[in-house]
């Protein structure tokens, strides 16, 4: 090895202790940053305009600027290695050994003397210790530190001691908060139980209750009955809307996020199992959102919408007796299905004031009933299961339009004509009332079926929706798939429609 | 004897201590003077010693040239000295068959190591016979070259105080000096050592230390000591604040300065710094180096102007506040 590797060697040990003496300064003037800021930092705190959490992200920040003030620092204080150097050979009163040997060996210049030089300046940084290259200074900067640090320790300290002191009370008052939270909780839950307990009858009801004994004391002709009951039906259905649409721009004011069922544009469309299933959907809402407001209206919609059934049903059935031969007459002076529906319905009401699930109302033949029927056994007949009730369904076979055994499958509109099967006309359902006869017409018979279209496509939505509630779906999925079904089942319906 | 580099350079530093040892016989005190006359030697370049009479100007000249094995001549400048007096003349002269030609006859310029006594006493015309000598080391006589034998070396003296009958070297002249140097007064001690070595029965007898092959080669061999940039920088630096149109030149050089230093001037500078680290035993030049030396290579390159001669401003001090100023960067 010549002196110049030995030089070299040196040197580079000077470089490395430069970088850590770098390293030093940069967090030196971080730490000195950092613990100046932050005593302004705590009193602002102290002073209430700013939050724990907040000081926390301050605190982290400082940190970040601090180091960043640091490194600047150190960057605009950076000098080059051969001026370091020179104040080494200024300071040791070296005669600029070292400085010109490394300016020879870095920049190449060669002389018969470089190379004794480099030996020469080896031999001196070999001979100097860490302490002289890098002395100890006591600076104003160190006293600088050590005070900041004092401040801080006094500061922080003392702010633990005062915490310390008073810890006790934040407990104290989070208690009593709560306390008063539940206590008013409470309280609105006793009041809103009251309130219901308290609830009047409805006025149709009563209205119904005085149409049925009139009808049986027989003080009122059929067509008065009639028109009475139009007239109910017209202001329920004018309520209904009223109130669908009342609900409607309350849960648009609610601003309610992922709720699929209220994407549907006409809300007073909705049945009563669908309302039921848009009560359950608000109850499934986060933080709350929905007001009592609403579950009151859609309680209340319910209540109208079944009431429009029953209406609808008992006017739909003494049109049906108007056709009806003498013979029927007679018997119905005895019992007209709208008074057994009214007695039904004062039956109803009673149950409706036990519990909040009128099943009567939706039961014209409550005698007639399946007793093997299970409630919400067939989830795939959705609102239909109600009329299916209605009507008495036996088992395996719907009680509404297209009543042959549901196979479970999806079949287009060719394949239907084409089954074989009780698909024109169903059987007669047997009857109490030995000429009572009705007469359902299938789907398959297009042309005299009174259900509406939108209604049959309603339900199947409902189903749709059932599946969509039932399967474990992703709620922000549910509007997508939903939407995604909706469509394609529509497209099916105007392709059916064309077809046709 | 071969010697290596190392050893070389070693040479340089003891020879001038054996020529300071063999000085100190009989001049008592006057190291800086010694060192610098030693630099000059080494440099190649010349000195114009300056100092009031009886302090031993003549006395060191004349032992140096004992010491160093050189061909000495002396020159006392006066009045009515020619220039052919110092160069040499052709002289007619006659072979045996009576056909006469000239003969060169080489003046006392043609010596290794020139002692220009009291050169301020000659006339411009003579005292400027040196300028082509002492720059080029060579003389023109009638159109003919004459090499003078290196190393060639003038060491001139002159009086301070003494102005009447003495005529002030002219700028060109006096830049072509290496260093002036002063002889300083000695002290008591001193005093008490010249009385004891000059009144007694003092023996004493000078040694030639090295010859002019060793000189030859210190000459060569100092050319090469590394000097940094950054020193480079400062004599630079030092040479160019001297001058009074200089932005960072000094009051005092602002006020009482005509010309500063030439280019002369950072020559001498450098090159007696390289001097003055071998003879330190280093192997580069420092600020040090250049600091100290810098009076005796620029005092006699910075004119004062008529209100600093007539306020007497030493240059020293100018010099000094000129060094004051410069940082080191």
Redo the contacts between chains.
């Keep these: 090895m010549n002196a110049e590797t030995f030089f070299l060697s040196e040197i580079s040990k000077l470089k490395r202790r430069v970088i850590v003496k770098t390293v030093q300064r940069t967090l030196l003037n971080a730490a000195l940053t950092f613990l100046g800021i932050c005593p302004i930092v705590f009193l602002i705190k102290k002073a209430g305009f700013l939050e724990s959490g907040a000081y926390d992200s301050w605190v982290i920040f400082l940190i970040g600027f601090s180091l960043f003030v640091g490194v600047l620092t150190a960057y605009l204080q950076k000098k080059g290695f051969?001026a370091f150097l020179?104040d080494i050979?200024?300071r040791l009163k070296l005669?600029?050994?070292l400085?010109?040997?490394y300016?020879?060996q870095k920049f190449g210049?060669k002389?018969?003397?470089?190379d004794?030089?480099m030996a020469?300046a080896t031999d001196t940084l070999h001979h100097l210790g860490t302490r002289k290259l890098f002395p100890l200074k006591f600076s104003f900067v160190d006293l600088g530190l050590i005070l900041l640090i004092l401040i801080n320790m006094a500061l922080y300290s003392s702010d633990y001691l005062w915490s310390g002191n008073n810890s006790m009370h934040p407990n104290q008052n989070k208690l009593e908060k709560i306390s008063t939270l539940l206590r008013n909780y409470s309280e609105s839950r006793i009041e809103s139980q009251k309130e219901k307990k308290t609830r009047q009858p409805n006025v149709y009801t009563r209205e119904l209750e005085n149409l049925s004994r009139k009808l049986q004391e027989g003080s009122i002709s059929r067509d008065q009955v009639f028109t009475t009951l139009n007239r109910f039906l017209k202001d329920v259905q004018g309520k209904q809307t009223r109130l669908a649409n009342a609900l409607d721009t309350q849960l648009a004011t609610a601003k309610i996020e992922e709720m699929p069922v209220l994407k549907i544009p006409t809300l007073q469309n909705l049945s009563a199992s669908n309302l039921e299933k848009l009560k359950m959907l608000l109850h499934k809402l986060p933080n709350n959102q929905i007001p009592d407001s609403v579950h009151r209206d859609i309680e209340t919609l319910q209540e109208l919408h079944r009431l429009e059934t029953l209406l609808s049903q008992i006017i739909d059935d003494i049109n049906e007796d108007t056709f009806r031969n003498e013979a029927l007459t007679e018997s119905d002076r005895h019992q007209t299905p709208g008074s057994q529906y009214l007695n039904d319905l004062k039956n109803a009401r009673d149950d409706n004031q036990r519990s909040k699930i009128p099943a009567k109302f939706s039961s014209p033949r409550p005698d007639r009933e399946d007793p093997n029927q299970q409630p919400g056994s067939d989830q795939s007949q959705g609102a239909g299961r109600d009329l299916g009730k209605e009507f008495g369904s036996r088992d395996g076979y719907s009680s509404l339009a297209g009543r042959g055994k549901s196979s479970g499958k999806k079949k287009s509109s060719t394949e239907i004509e084409k089954l074989s099967g009780p698909g024109t006309q169903d059987e007669m359902i047997p009857s109490q009332m030995q000429n009572y006869l009705i007469h359902i017409r299938s789907l398959t018979a297009i042309g005299e079926s009174r259900i509406k279209e939108g209604d049959i496509m309603r339900i199947y939505r409902q189903e749709i929706e059932g599946v969509l509630q039932k399967e474990d779906i992703p709620l922000n999925y549910r509007e997508y798939i939903k939407q995604y079904f909706i469509s394609i089942g529509l497209k099916t319906e105007e392709n059916a429609y064309e077809s046709k | 004897m071969h010697m290596n580099l190392n050893e070389k350079v070693a040479a340089i530093r003891i020879n001038f201590e054996r020529i300071n040892t063999e000085l100190t016989k009989i001049i008592v005190g006057q190291n800086l003077l010694i060192k610098h006359l030693f630099t000059c030697l080494i440099s190649g370049g010349h000195a114009l010693i300056e100092g009031v009479p009886g302090l031993g100007k003549t006395l060191i000249v004349r032992s140096l040239s004992k010491i160093l094995d050189l061909k000495y001549s002396r020159i006392q400048f006066t009045p009515d000295l020619m220039p052919a007096d110092i160069l040499g003349t052709n002289i007619v002269k006659e072979d045996g068959e009576g056909s006469r030609y000239f003969e060169f006859y080489k003046g006392p310029i043609f010596g290794q190591l020139i002692l220009a006594d009291e050169i301020n006493r000659a006339s411009p015309k003579t005292q400027s016979a040196l300028l082509e000598a002492m720059q080029e080391e060579k003389v023109t006589v009638f159109g003919t070259k004459y090499h003078l034998e290196p190393p060639f070396m003038v060491l001139a003296t002159q009086n301070p105080i003494e102005m009447e009958g003495t005529y002030p070297l002219p700028e060109a002249q006096v830049d072509r000096f290496f260093f002036k140097l002063k002889i300083s007064y000695p002290d008591q001690n001193e005093l008490l050592e010249i009385i004891d070595k000059t009144t007694e029965d003092y023996k004493y007898e000078l040694k030639g230390v090295i010859g002019a092959d060793s000189i030859l080669e210190m000459k060569s061999l100092v050319r090469q000591i590394p000097i940094a940039s950054h020193v480079k920088d400062y004599a630079i630096r030092l040479v160019l604040a001297s001058h009074p149109d200089n932005p960072h030149a000094t009051e005092q050089i602002k006020q009482y300065v005509l010309f500063g230093a030439s280019p002369r001037g950072v020559q001498s500078l450098i090159l007696a710094g390289k001097v003055s680290a071998v003879i330190d035993g280093r192997y580069n030049v420092s600020i040090e180096d250049i600091s100290g030396v810098a009076k005796a290579a620029l005092r006699h390159r910075i004119v004062l102007n008529i209100r600093g001669e007539t306020e007497g401003i030493d240059v020293d001090n100018v010099i000094e506040e000129i060094i004051e100023s410069v940082k080191i960067r």
């Design positions: 051969l020179i050979d200024t005669k600029d050994r400085s010109t040997a300016e020879y210049e002389t018969d003397l470089s004794l030089l020469d």
